[in-house]
């Protein structure tokens, strides 16, 4: 069975250590901040300049002054603080943040990401991305498997503009846990019920399979 965004988070963040600064991208990235485990300390970071953000609020409890990069309302964790996008940037830049978790349209088989434009569609432009990838040493990428037409998008080289080379270190789709090894994909863990045939079906990438895969655990 393939995973729900939701449960891409709650695998995702299993990678997620005690002491980690972590800065959290748009989409699915933002719900890994809900599975965080309650006996670690982890500090968020969103570039439009909040560290310390907490779960999504409930409904009814939102307050729209509070919001992360992606413009949803947030929830603020005791002792978080408040900067500007310069300071902001300067602990991505420095490389003060720990783990970077993207969306992605595309990743390829050498750590190539796509992730912020499709040729013809308007975008207002790559936003942190860039900064992101390019100063990240720990990116894990949170993705669908396949597009809408069922097409792979774990793949040998990417075909949309590219966000960053080189630089993305593991992928967690709803498929499976893949990491990037020696200009190949490495399958590390499969999604529950879904076979290995099937992940390498999905995936248009050089794919290492050794041994017997286990399923995902939350």
């Given at each position: 069975m393939a995973l729900s965004k939701e449960q891409i988070a709650q695998r995702i963040a299993k990678e997620v250590k005690d002491g980690y600064y972590v800065n959290l991208g748009i989409g699915i990235p933002t719900l890994v901040a809900n599975?965080?485990?309650d006996d670690i300390?982890?500090?968020?970071?969103?570039?439009?300049?909040?560290?310390g953000m907490g779960p999504f609020p409930f409904e009814g409890e939102e307050d729209a002054d509070l919001i992360n990069a992606g413009k949803q309302t947030i929830t603020a964790m005791k002792g978080a603080s408040f900067f500007d996008s310069a300071k902001s940037f300067s602990m991505i830049r420095g490389q003060h943040v720990d783990l970077t978790i993207l969306g992605a349209m595309e990743v390829a088989q050498n750590g190539d990401i796509a992730n912020w434009k499709i040729p013809g569609k308007m975008v207002k432009g790559m936003g942190g991305a860039m900064d992101l990838v390019a100063s990240a040493e720990n990116i894990i990428v949170a993705m669908m498997h396949t597009n809408r037409a069922g097409e792979s998008k774990i793949l040998k080289q990417c075909s949309l503009p590219l966000t960053g080379v080189n630089c993305v270190k593991k992928v967690v789709t709803n498929l499976a846990v893949l990491e990037i090894e020696d200009g190949k994909f490495r399958l590390l863990e499969r999604a529950p019920g879904v076979s290995v045939e099937e992940i390498d079906a999905a995936t248009e990438g050089n794919l290492i399979i050794d041994g017997d895969i286990p399923e995902m655990t939350f």
């Open positions: 599975f965080v485990r300390e982890v500090e968020f970071q969103s570039e439009n300049g909040i560290l």
